[in-house]
């Protein structure tokens, strides 16, 4: 790509589109919202296309030294790169999401949209630990008044819990990246990541971290505010903030507590095991009492985070793979099932389960899709989720097999509630006249719902177009971490029993 | 030679002294019809004082040369950019306050003299060397603090203001006074270069009672907690434009002389004054953000949330180094711009008739009634708790790397950790206006030199102000460093 800034013009143009939609009538700021996303969406094709597989680690980097004390530094690596994609390809599927849903205050609303868009994209490409940390707080922002002014009924509680919640997590986080940057005299992300902090203080920083990324993420039992936050935005809220929001844990975790903090890592596995296991188990039984879609779906993004923690600390190369896949293949599968709630909430006004029936019958493409959405949803094989959940729990079996038979369970629940779910919605009795009479889906809808139908069937098929560009980097990952894993209990022999599978399934992926 | 040198070093506070004395008289002999030419000439007096500190800021002035009259002044380069902020901050209260005392019919020829005076005071107390130059200043701004506080003659919130102002001003004053005594009379000295030689080998018991009771008497002057007490009820019944004052200028001097005197004078002692600060920086914190929730009013919300602020700034000054100071400093400017902003769109909350309001329950709905208003009051509310990527995360986090880097981790956790709280109080100042169904009571027009100055202040503390951290770190850095050279 020679000198092209192509990271700062992705970040330039929804920015630009967000000022403009300030001052904007309602089409207008539709239109502008949508163009801005869909240029985005192609710099981002353009940047995955001339994206070095097998190249440097960091790659497309820019720096510039515009302000005192950090800098203005980017850059990615094929992690960020997958991130970047899933956010550049949800966006213009929210602002269609919001092209009828919304009908006040129309600009302001895809100004948010296009400013969250912003931020998202900075902290997967910064390459300065401030210029990061500035990029995670920003979108406190955004997101405060996506759900404040747009929400549900109780979103005045909710964008308070949301807010407050995040934010008491991510300031500790910040005196430990002042200490780190005074012990290590830089504040350049690549080199913090080879940096060797005394394991005495990387305890305390990999506890401030954890403090962050784990409200983020977010882990039981700082979980509560997800629901919250989730029932109350609106549908394109919900998605934006299932779809990415919920990534920057995970990649928080990859990025700075495994890297930086390898040895402290370690000691606080059986920490992040625990909390994991209680999430995947405790939120599943949760998602299967629910009467409201949309807090089930919350509950359920939850205990496939604990998934995600639990890969992540496998310490391992299918652990982290994995994690990564699911972090992908929920973004996209979380994101979908909240927009498949959002088309029976505009037509109907109620996210009460109890209040629909039967829809396969007057719906039957919204039944086709939702059914995708929910198998995948569950991990069946050829959905982009099966790919994720499979290595994941791959991984932590080699670390611990209790641990990876209690989040076996896990599965086992969600298949339970995703299916549970779909018959209460789409089969058994028209109960409901109005519920009965409501259209399929209309064009627009099939817009939203179609690209990431086919996404999801790529990744389930041929993952190796996502795993390709990330994997050089979680083997660099997974060398910076050997020294510290601690010895898994399972001593699989290769190729002998039941191993056999997960190498089957390698052959797969790979 | 030597006066004259000296002469030379004071010039900016002879042009404030002299265009004082001359604008009063004409304030006595032209009346009130006059008190708009008066607020012009003022303001050009401050413009000049600007000028005449600007070099001696950017060039980093510092060491022997800065010293003015065998010890008792130092024009260096920490006092000029104090005085810089101090002049700005007094300049805007003068740009806002006519348009808002004719509203209410009340603009007189004082207001702009009180104000120089006020500012007059404050600039010796930043370059204040010695005990005594300290007390002079530091009283003559008082007396016309005083002044300015009740100067709405026929308003009782405002005579109340004034008296409470007066009467805890005095005892503060008393209190210092007191302090300064005990520290002569222990060191055998007024002079901060005196008393630093003489604390350098441990304090005795009445010198460390000396310190204390100045610290105390000094944070009545920065309203930290526990002595905040007069805070919220003096920035409510004072006249907005004077709040505004109050809250801006005074703030600067009163901690820039708290910074001189604890790393000048008991610069040795760190130990000693240390935990008071940081008890202080700590207490004032929480109660500054636990105060704020239950308020009404903005102009008392903003009370508590300057309380919030000094906490703050001072964990700049616990830090004891020169990097804190620099912090301080940096913290300082970015709050001045703060505070201004949010008391201009005060002064901006008008119902349809022109009045006042300051209900925060009459900002209801305000983003759909008046959306830049709604927009300008969002960014200050969210700069001021901190939360970037507006400028405010700046000052604290320049004060938090300070503390870390002098290894007070355990104060930089709990602080930045209780920063939340106050969190609570500034976005629940978003949600009334963004969230709530519109009241429909902030109706009435602004005045465009209120509209000018709220647009340069939100553009500061915009993102944009990001780019200004290289020039600013590096005033503060300068202004630092010339605290060091100590005589």
């Known amino acids: 790509m020679g000198g092209f800034p192509i990271l700062s013009v992705m970040l330039a143009v929804p920015l630009v589109g967000a000022i403009l939609c300030l001052f904007l009538e309602a089409r207008q700021a539709r239109m502008v919202a949508l163009l801005a996303t869909l240029i985005d969406l192609a710099l981002g094709v353009v940047l995955w296309a001339n994206y070095d597989i097998g190249g440097a680690q960091w790659q497309f980097t820019e720096r510039a030294d515009l302000f005192a004390g950090f800098e203005y530094a980017l850059g990615i690596d094929g992690i960020a790169l997958m991130l970047i994609m899933l956010s550049v390809f949800l966006m213009p599927i929210c602002i269609g999401a919001s092209w009828e849903a919304i009908t006040k205050r129309v600009g302001e609303y895809m100004a948010a949209f296009l400013l969250m868009e912003v931020l998202m994209i900075g902290v997967f490409a910064a390459q300065d630990l401030f210029l990061f940390y500035i990029f995670f707080e920003a979108g406190l922002i955004p997101m405060y008044l996506i759900i404040g002014i747009w929400g549900g009924q109780n979103r005045i509680y909710a964008a308070y819990k949301f807010f407050l919640y995040t934010l008491l997590g991510s300031v500790l986080m910040l005196i430990a990246m002042l200490w780190m940057v005074n012990q290590a005299g830089t504040t350049s992300i690549p080199v913090l990541m080879e940096y060797n902090f005394a394991p005495e203080a990387q305890t305390w920083l990999w506890l401030a971290f954890f403090a962050s990324f784990a409200v983020k993420m977010p882990m039981w039992p700082v979980h509560t505010w997800l629901p919250d936050a989730h029932v109350q935005a609106p549908t394109a809220g919900s998605v934006i903030l299932a779809g990415v929001l919920l990534k920057l844990g995970g990649y928080g975790f990859i990025r700075f507590s495994l890297p930086m903090f390898p040895d402290a890592s370690a000691e606080f596995g059986w920490l992040v095991w625990g909390l994991s296991m209680i999430a995947v188990v405790l939120t599943s039984l949760i998602a299967l009492v629910q009467a409201d879609m949309k807090k089930l779906i919350a509950y359920s993004s939850v205990a496939h985070m604990g998934i995600v923690t639990l890969g992540l600390f496998a310490f391992n190369v299918q652990g982290l793979e994995g994690a990564m896949m699911v972090m992908l293949g929920h973004g996209l599968v979380s994101g979908a099932l909240f927009l498949c709630v959002g088309v029976i909430y505009d037509r109907l006004h109620t996210r009460e389960i109890s209040r629909y029936g039967g829809l396969a019958i007057n719906m039957p493409a919204y039944a086709v899709l939702f059914m995708l959405f929910t198998m995948a949803a569950v991990g069946l094989p050829g959905t982009s989720n099966f790919v994720g959940e499979f290595l994941s729990l791959a991984g932590i079996y080699q670390a611990n097999s209790w641990v990876a038979f209690v989040a076996t369970t896990g599965i086992i629940l969600g298949a339970a509630y995703m299916l549970y779910l779909y018959r209460r919605i789409c089969f058994g009795e028209q109960k409901n006249a109005d519920a009965a009479a409501m259209p399929d889906l209309s064009l627009r809808e099939y817009l939203l719902l179609g690209p990431i139908a086919a996404a999801v069937l790529w990744m389930g098929v041929y993952p190796e177009s996502f795993l390709a560009p990330m994997r050089a980097d979680i083997e660099l990952l997974d060398t910076r971490l050997a020294a510290a894993a601690p010895e898994g209990d399972a001593h699989l022999a290769l190729g002998e029993g039941p191993p056999a599978e997960a190498e089957q399934h390698e052959g797969e992926a790979h | ?487």
Not at chain 2, 103 to 110: D, L, S, T, V
Not at chain 2, 111 to 116: A, E, H, N, Q
Not at chain 2, 393 to 416: C, S, T
Not at chain 2, 471 to 487: E, H, I, K, P, R
């Open chain 2, 1 to 487: 030679m030597e006066l004259f040198a000296s002469l030379s070093l004071i010039a900016p506070e002879i042009v404030l002294a002299l265009s004082g004395l001359v604008l009063l008289l004409v304030a006595a002999w032209g009346g009130d019809k006059g008190a708009r030419v008066i607020s012009i000439a003022a303001a050009i007096a401050l413009g000049g004082a600007l000028a005449l500190v600007a070099p001696s800021v950017c060039a980093g002035a510092s060491g022997p040369d800065t010293v003015a009259f065998g010890g008792q002044f130092r024009a260096d380069a920490f006092a000029g950019l104090a005085k810089l902020m101090i002049f700005a901050a007094a300049g805007a209260a003068l740009v806002v306050a006519p348009r808002f005392f004719e509203r209410a019919g009340a603009m007189r020829a004082e207001f702009p003299v009180l104000v120089l005076f006020a500012t007059l005071g404050m600039s010796i107390m930043v370059s204040a060397a010695d005990l005594v130059t300290l007390y002079i200043g530091l009283e003559l701004n008082s007396l016309a603090a005083y002044v300015l506080a009740a100067i709405l003659r026929d308003d009782e919130r405002s005579a109340e203001a004034g008296l409470k102002y007066f009467v805890l001003g005095a005892l503060a004053s008393g209190i210092l006074l007191f302090g300064m005594s005990l520290t002569y009379g222990f060191a055998g000295t007024t002079n901060f270069g005196g008393i630093a030689v003489a604390v350098s080998d441990g304090l005795n018991t009445g010198q460390l009672f000396g310190l204390t009771f100045v610290l105390a008497g000094l944070a009545f002057k920065i309203s930290a907690a526990p002595f905040h007490m007069w805070t919220p009820d003096v920035y409510e019944g004072a006249p907005t434009p004077v709040t505004m004052f109050f809250a801006s200028a005074p703030k600067v001097a009163a901690i820039a002389l708290l910074a001189r005197v604890t790393l000048e004078a008991f610069g040795s002692q760190e130990d000693a004054w240390r935990q008071i600060v940081i008890f202080a920086a700590l207490l004032s914190i929480v109660i500054g953000a636990l105060g704020a929730i239950g308020q009404q009013n903005v102009k008392r919300l903003l009370a508590y949330s300057s309380i919030n602020n000094v906490g703050f700034i001072l964990i700049g000054l616990a830090a004891g180094t020169l990097a804190g100071a620099s912090a301080m400093m940096v913290y300082l400017a970015i709050y001045v711009v703060m505070t201004v902003g949010s008391f201009v769109a005060v002064l901006l909350m008008r119902d349809a008739d022109g009045n006042p309001v300051e209900g925060i329950s009459d900002l209801a709905g305000l983003s759909t009634t008046r959306p830049a208003l709604a927009w300008a009051l969002m960014a200050l509310m969210f700069s001021l708790a901190g939360i970037p990527p507006l400028f405010g995360f700046w000052g604290k986090f320049v004060v938090f790397q300070a503390a870390v880097e002098a290894d007070l981790v355990a104060l930089a956790a709990i602080g930045i950790a209780a920063s939340v709280i106050g969190a609570f109080y500034y976005i629940k100042i978003v949600k009334v206006m963004f969230f709530d169904d519109p009241a429909g009571t902030v109706t009435g027009e602004g005045d465009t030199p209120h509209w000018a100055l709220l647009a340069i202040c939100a553009l500061l503390i915009s993102p944009l102000g990001y780019l200004l951290t290289g020039w600013l770190g590096g005033l503060a850095d300068m202004a630092a460093a010339s605290l060091a050279v100590a005589f």
